[in-house]
Structures are given as C-alpha cells and as structure tokens.
C-alpha cells in the first residue's frame, strides 16, 4: 500500500513537473521561430530602406554644397522641390498596399528599388530644374511603394506584441540615412570637380549606382509572404501561424473584395486618430531631416562643419525611436511610448521660437529632440493601427488611408522654412509646434477610444 502510494505521488510529481515544462519549451520554440525570422527577413528590408531613405533625404546635403546655385533656383524653388517629393506619398499610399498585396514581395522590391537608383543618379546629371523636380517626384512614387510593402511585410510576419520592435528600426533607417548621408556627403565633396561634376550631383550618382547594385540582392533575398516563407519548416510554420493568431474572423475577412474593405475602413475612428498623428509627426521629423543641415549651416557653421555636427543628431534620434520600440513591446503599452517624446519635441520646439534669447548650444541640444521625439511617435502611430485591426487585407488598406491622409502633413512642413526667415524660421517652428499639439491630442482621443471599447464591447484592444 504504501509502495503504491508512493508511485502515485512520483507518477503526480512528473505530471506537474511535464505540465510546467510543455509552457516554457513553447516559448522557446515561438522565440526560436521569432529570431528565425529576424535573421531572414530584418536585414534585407532594414539595408534596403536605409539606402532609399538616403536617396530621398539627401536634397539637403546637396543643398548646401551648391545645389541652388548651380540650377539656378530663387526664392521658394528649393521648397517645391523638397515637397513635391511626397506628393505621391498622399497619392499612390492606398494604390500602393493593395499592388504589393497583389505581388510577389521579391519581385516588387527588387523593381522599386531598381527604379530608385536610376532615378538618383538622374538626379545627379539633369541639368534643369524642371528635370530635378520631375526625378523627385518619381523617387517619390519609389519611396512610397517600398515603405508601403516594408510595413505590410514586417506586419504580415510578426504577432502583434513583437511588431513594433521591428517596425520602429524601419523609421530608425530614415534617420540612420540622414547621419550616413552626413557622413558620406562630406567624404564625396571631396570629388567635386572630377570628370566634371560638382560635389552635390556626385552624391546623388554615388549613392544611385550603390541602390541599382542593391536591387539585385533584393530580387533574390527579399523573403516571400509568411505562408510559404521556405526558410520555415513545416513544423516551424505552424508555430508561426498561431502566433500570428490566424482564426476564422481572419479568414472570412481576407475573402471580402478590396471595396468592402474599403468601405469599412472609411467609418473606423482609429484611420483618422491615426492619419492625425501621422500628419502631425511628418510636418516636423520630414522637414528636420531635410532641414537641419541647412538650420545648422545659418547656425554659422560652413558647409563641412554643419554636415559632422548633423550626424550625432540623426544617431541620437535613430537610437531613441529603438529604445522606445523595444520598451513599448516589452510593457505592451502604445499611448505613454507615443505622446512622451511628442512633448519632448514641444520643449525642443519651445527653445527655437526663443531663437533670439537662446545660445547656439542651447538650439543645438535642441535639434536632438526635434526629429527624434517625432519620429518616435510617428512610429509608434504605425504599429498602434496596425495592433488593433485584425484582418490583414483590412490592416493594409487602413494603413494606407492613414498614410494618404497624414503625409499630407510632408507637403506642410516643406513649405514654412522659407529661406528669408533664417536662421530663425519662426513660421516654421510655430507651425510644426502646433501640429505636435494636434498629434498629442489625438493619440489621447484615439487612447480613450480604445479604452472605452474594451470596457464596452470586450474587445482585444492594444492600449
């Protein structure tokens, strides 16, 4: 009796002990699966869009080693060309995300980026302005449809408490660009004159040509849509199935035409809480990429030296939107991660209106949170819609709409830096300060919307 109590207690003991057990293997084998995907898909997608993102920043660089005066531009032409730039972004966001739904992934971003290099280097040979703005305005198509895929990719392949860990290094790359671009605008000045170019179009020939040779690697690299990703086994593939949380609601949605999608798209609050941060974030972290080298420049800086002291702003930036990325998946938590470096940027903000009564150190520390803290909750604004739609044929479209609608926010910070303000540029500053009060005040609407949803109908809301 007692030999048989004694087996009953082992035989309970090692159940407990293999009921504590199956949790924990599960968790290593989802995070297994997890890192699986980081290695195959984050670094061809983050190397690609650092490398666009240079192409389509690097109008500022050029700017100050003679781009102006070599095509003969006056008054507000270099802000037009800036800004025309993302128009497409307004235009082809939606067009965008349902041609990449309809494509292969490889295929798609090995054509975009393709386009985008030799785009560049026409950039850097046209000898008009018309034919500069005219290449502009196609990069800007080009950027459009990468960002638009690289968000709906890394959003198809990742749960949605790991998303926007990797979602944020894909605005970290913009900014990332912006301090290489720096850093490689003051190494190829270095070339003007030879063959006949000046310093400003050998950036854009430099930087084409290195783009033309990275579509190759994009066309073969480039991972495909996760359900036949063939870097997953079977066994791996199931994993990542049900972490994705793939259930009938899913299923039955994805079967719906792209109009009905549409239709419900346009009456969910979140599309407009989410393009009003969005637009508010790209008036001032667009317009600083651009713009803080020339700030820099009036600063007193020469060329040379404006290009350098850029390059630790952009890192900082880059570096911060990564650390709130990562600790807005840890604590699970979206509204806190987005609205405190928004007030970061109105501090920042705050100091440059008080240009005249501030130290250039002080304006300089304050360029630090000017694009970082809006970056930062651009992102944020990304991954926030993205968590809270299900559907992932919805999710695109959704995504696009709020993109259209908030990069028109792009057009608005282009077009109040005029040059007759510098170094100053209170119209600017004021302008980019208010539109950060409307981001603050939506992510805060959109938060105690999703709140009360949770409360109300019981839904999974990401807060």
Known sequence: MSKMSTTHRQNSHESQDDEIKKPLESAKRDKAVLRKLDLHLLPVIYGLAILLALDATNIGIARIEGLEEELRMQDKDFNIAALVFFIP???????ANILFQASRPPLFFGTVVLLTGIVTVLEGITESYVGFVACRLLLGVCQTCFQAGAIYLVASYYPRYSLHSRISPLIACRLLSSAFGSLLGFGIAHLDGVAGLTAWRWIYVVEGLVTCAAAFFAFFLVPGWPERARFLDSDERRIHLKLLQKGSVEENRAAQNNWRVLKGVLHDPKVYFSALIHFGCVATSHSAAIFIPTILNELGWESS????????IFLFAAA???????????????????????????????????SSQSSVKLRYAACFFLGSGAAAGLTISITWLSNNIVCRKTRGIAFGLAAMLGNCGSILGMTVYPKDESPRYPTGFGVCLAMIVVAIVAATAQWLYLVRRRKAAGEDCVL
């Open 320 to 354: 911060l939107t990564l650390a709130l990325g990562f600790a807005s998946d840890y604590t699970r938590q979206r509204y806190p991660f987005c609205v405190g470096p928004l007030l970061a940027v109105v501090a920042a903000l705050t100091v440059m209106l008080a």
């Open 89 to 95: 972004c307004i235009l082809f966001d939606v067009p």
């Open 305 to 312: 030296k404006a290009m350098y002291m850029a390059i630790p």
